[in-house]
């Protein structure tokens, strides 16, 4: 089955601690995204990706960090850095259609909830 | 940046239709999106429309699309209770790559 699967579903760190959330796709698209969630503000953009080995900032890209070092990963880490952590992180990917008016549809992944103690 | 907004809540009885709102503001938007994200779950594509059109039909979902008033709504007809949940709008602009921009979420609940 094609799919994004992340992982852990839960996430607990101590504050000051850096974590690494996992992103995996095996629909072979080219794009993936990172979203942070918050009751009532609905999905922001933190990072995205369009290609292996490039990357650029979302709307709110302070306090985090990415790579993309494989076509089928794209790892965010939560680092010290990020005041407010505590959220729900949803990664999606799409293909990378960069003509004007391509459809686009984005593929979610389960999502993780990390909780900052 | 663009912005799209929603209303927050709605409540409707089981059996009535939902209509979920959602207006836009960037006037390149080529495609918006419908999503529908359960407790706890990621966000799954219920339907989408073109911007060159002004309705689109899907089942119990109908899709109405004001370019002039940048302004979208989804209605779905015979609401269950199955149909509870987080509902988003999104759009994609014209030449930004594959980004999509989405609304606060309309959170959806249906009453017996």
């Known amino acids: 089955d094609g799919g994004i699967t992340q992982s852990p579903k839960y996430l607990f760190r101590k504050e000051g601690q850096n974590v690494t959330l996992s992103c995996e796709q095996n629909l072979n698209h080219d794009a993936m995204y990172w979203y942070r969630q918050d009751p009532g503000q609905g999905l922001r953009l933190i990072y995205y990706s369009q290609i292996v080995n490039d990357f650029q900032k979302g709307d709110i890209a302070e306090g985090y960090s990415v790579s993309r070092e494989k076509k089928e990963s794209f790892p965010l880490t939560v680092t010290s850095a990020q005041k407010n952590p505590t959220a729900f992180y949803l990664c999606?990917?799409?293909?990378?259609?960069?003509?004007?008016?391509?459809?686009?549809?984005?593929?979610f992944g389960p999502g993780t909830r990390l909780t900052v103690l | 940046g663009e912005d799209v907004e929603q209303s927050l809540f709605l409540s409707v009885r089981e059996g009535d239709s939902s209509v979920i709102n959602c207006t836009y503001t960037d006037s390149s938007s080529t495609y918006l999106y419908w999503y529908k994200q359960e407790p706890g779950a990621g966000l799954q594509l219920l339907t989408y429309i073109f911007s060159n059109m002004d309705m689109k039909q899907d089942q119990r979902l109908t899709v109405l699309l004001n370019k002039k008033d940048k302004h979208l709504s989804l209605r779905i007809a015979d609401t269950q209770t199955g149909d509870s949940a987080i509902y988003f709008c999104a759009e994609k602009g014209y030449g930004t790559a594959s980004k999509l921009t989405f609304g606060t979420g309309t959170r959806l609940q249906v009453t017996l």
């Open positions: 999606a990917s799409s293909m990378a259609r960069n003509t004007g008016d391509a459809y686009n549809e984005q593929f």
